[in-house]
């Protein structure tokens, strides 16, 4: 049973994302909506590659977060960590440690939590499952889900979208994050726009780059 509510809910998270792509089919689109205290985020980008490229850097995504994150750092949130701006760091988060239990498929995090280069918080654990769908039209969607509440976070998903359009395809995520109530207090929404918000979009542009330099690649090795 709820393995058909995960399925009905996917298929309408596609339907809904398909009946408003075809206004960000061409440009890099990103914004929020805040209701109830959730931050709902909606990030687009038009990517000119093939779907088995976009499969093989999806699988290398998900291998990489369960395996090792830090490796992220160097392609997919290359350049999404401390920045030059001072109020883009206002909110950090330091990895410490990392775990994936391969029987249960959930991956654990332990991070500290600063805010202002002061650690707010100490040995936060942020627990988490993958769980990839490839669809017979060639769409993909990679559903992230955290299983527990902390001095961080109350709750949050996300989902991220592969899908097929008349040239390439649309490389779309969102994101769904309720934060506990101090960092609801701390966090508003000007400065979710700040820490957050540019992050989810240049996450995009990196897995976008990723896949058309790899697209390159191999049209250039088979000519």
Known sequence: MANIRLHLRLIMCIFLLCTITFVF????????????????????????????????????????????PEILFEWALKGLGQQEDAKKNELMLYLKETTFDKMTGISR?????????????????????????????????????????????????GTFFVLPQK?????????????????????????????????IMGFLQNMKQETERRLTITTTNTK
Not at 29 to 51: A, D, N, R, W
Not at 52 to 61: C, F, I, P, Q, S
Not at 177 to 190: A, E, G, P
Request: net charge negative; aromatic share 16%; glycine share 4%.
């Open 25 to 68: 089919a061409t440009n890099d689109t990103i914004f929020t909506k805040y209701k109830s205290q959730e931050f709902v985020t909606y990030g687009f980008i038009p990517v000119y590659s093939s779907l088995e490229t976009a499969n093989e850097v999806v699988d290398d995504l998900i291998d990489d977060f369960r395996g090792n």
């Open 109 to 157: 995090i332990m991070s500290d939590i600063a805010i202002a280069d002061r650690i707010v918080g100490k040995d936060i654990l942020i627990e988490g499952k993958v769980s990839k769908f490839k669809h017979s039209d060639g769409s993909l969607n990679v559903l992230v889900e955290i299983y527990n509440s902390n001095f961080f976070l109350k709750k949050a998903h």
């Open 167 to 199: 040239k390439g395809f649309l490389y779309v995520m969102r994101v769904n994050v309720t934060f506990s109530w101090f960092f609801n207090l701390f966090i508003t929404q000007h400065k979710y726009s700040e820490l957050i918000e540019w992050r």
